[in-house]
Structure formats: C-alpha cells, structure tokens
Nanobody
Framework: QVRLVESGGGLVQAGGSLRLSCAAS????????MSWYRQAPGKQRELVAS???????NYADSVKGRFTISRDNVKNTLYLQMNSLAPEDTAVYYC???????????WGQGTQVTVSS
C-alpha cells in the first residue's frame, strides 16, 4: 500500500519559516520524481517544487529563492524548507510521487500552511 504522509504544516507569521516533510512508503522512492504542490482556497492546485532522484530541482517562480526542496533517498522522505513566508503562501500543501517511465502518480493527504500578516 502506497502512503505519502505530510507533516510540518501550521500557523506562522509573515516572514517566518516552516519545514514540511513527506514520509513515503510502499514505493521505490528513488524511482520517483517527488514534488510539492499547493492549493489555496478557490484556486487550482499548482506545482511548488520538484526533485528528481538525482537531485535536479525545479521551482515555481513565486517561491524561487525562498523555498528549498530536498529528499533523503535512504529515509524515503521529501522535504520543503520554506523561508520568508508570505500570506499568499497560505494553502494546503500536498506531497506527490510520480513514477519514472510509467507516470503513475500518488498523492498525500495534504498539510495546511497558514501565514498571517
């Protein structure tokens, strides 16, 4: 059974930091491109950042220079370090695993991040 379990969300003031984690089980972690998405109320889900097993990263323009995605292929865990948070970063953040070659995708249940002004 595939499980992606996010943690680390919460309420933080603008300018603060949070670190999200996503613990994966039931998948061969290093065969998956791992990503963070977010969805704000009334908006579509959007890609925040992604990381290949080799460490190649990609970021949405809105978070470049503030967020850092990383992964531990031994612990099967994905991270998102979020600094200089702003109210517009408020959303539910989702962990995503996309299997290379097949494209099979899995989602976590999401973790709420709320940034107060």
């Amino acid at each position: 059974q595939v499980r992606l379990v996010e943690s680390g969300g919460g309420l933080v003031q603008a300018g603060g930091s949070l670190r999200l984690s996503c613990a994966a089980s039931g998948i061969i972690f290093n065969l998956n491109v791992m990503s963070w998405y977010r969805q704000a109320p009334g908006k579509q889900r959007e890609l925040v950042a992604s990381c290949t097993s080799g460490g190649t990263t990609n970021y949405a323009d809105s978070v470049k220079g503030r967020f850092t995605i990383s992964r531990d292929n031994v612990k099967n865990t994905l991270y998102l370090q979020m600094n200089s948070l702003a109210p517009e970063d408020t959303a539910v953040y989702y962990c995503n695993a996309k299997r290379m070659f097949s494209g099979i995708t899995y989602w976590g249940q999401g973790t709420q991040v709320t940034v107060s002004s």
